[in-house]
């Protein structure tokens, strides 16, 4: 088991690709904490983690606000006292809006939750990472992060910023032996994306149509690529962006 006897928080782990990878984390042996907005989601996450013989505990916490993240977050480290291993999954998406028709408290609601979310969660685990001189931080950022035109512009603003962050963690914190690495998915068929999915734009067409595999991806695949990069495979492997999109940027 790749990842035997593992402390792992995940937020936004109560669907999609949160869900697939505290999943996959606790077949190959973590305990998963799952930080969920919406508890009920995430104890369903906990009762199939347990269903494969899997452990771990379901906490509710927003991770736009910093108070109940920090609470939830030290809720783990008293339980389990430490964390391996840190997931910031948690995010929303606004669609194909434009500068146009973007308005001011939606950008806020956006840049709050998949950015300021990144920072906080990333803020909160360190001190315990730095005492024990080991951790890992993968930060769920996107292809909308590497370049326009594939989101809205607060959803691309705030994925670029998750990878700003991910460098900076792993440049500041290398020396403590923490690493910290991005993953940037493409198009994953998860419930976000379910609606643009079956009722897409002409836009989201044009997208998908640039896949060189011809498919979108599905959750276990980033699942599996977390539980790599998390994994003593990958103890060289921080501060970069792992891109699984089917080639959609090549």
């Known amino acids: 088991m790749k990842l035997k006897e593992k402390i792992a928080i995940v ?30 989601k995430g104890d369903k996450t906990l009762s199939m983690i347990k269903e494969q013989g899997g452990k771990g505990i379901s906490l509710e916490g927003d ?47 956006i840049i709050n939750v ?51 962050l991910t460098g900076d963690a792993a440049a500041k914190y290398g020396a403590d032996g923490i690493r910290a690495v991005a993953i940037c998915p493409g198009t994953i068929e998860t419930s976000m994306t379910k609606d643009l999915l079956e009722n ?18 599905q959750p276990e695949e980033i699942g599996r690529l977390a539980v790599f990069l998390a994994s003593d495979d990958a103890k060289y492997i921080t501060g970069t962006t792992v891109v699984i999109d089917g080639g959609m940027i090549i």
């Open 200 to 217: 897409p734009t002409e836009q989201t067409k044009a997208i998908i149509n640039t896949i060189p595999l011809k498919r979108v991806g």
């Open 63 to 109: 991770v736009s606000d910093s108070q109940n993240l920090k609470e939830a977050i030290s809720k783990v480290i008293k339980e389990y006292g430490r964390v391996d291993i840190l997931v910031n999954n948690a995010g929303i998406f606004d669609g194909q809006e434009t500068f146009l028709t973007t308005d001011e408290e939606t950008f806020d609601k």
């Open 11 to 40: 937020t936004g782990a109560g669907s999609g690709n949160g869900r697939q990878i505290a999943l996959e984390f606790a077949k190959e042996g973590a305990t998963v904490a799952i930080i969920n907005r919406t508890k009920e």
């Open 114 to 164: 998949n950015l300021k979310g990144v920072f906080l969660g990333t803020k909160y685990v360190l001190e315990n990472m730095i005492n024990n001189k080991s951790g890992v931080i993968i930060n769920i950022a996107s292809v909308a992060g590497l370049r326009g035109g594939l989101g809205s512009p607060a959803y691309t603003a705030s994925k670029h910023g998750i990878i700003g």
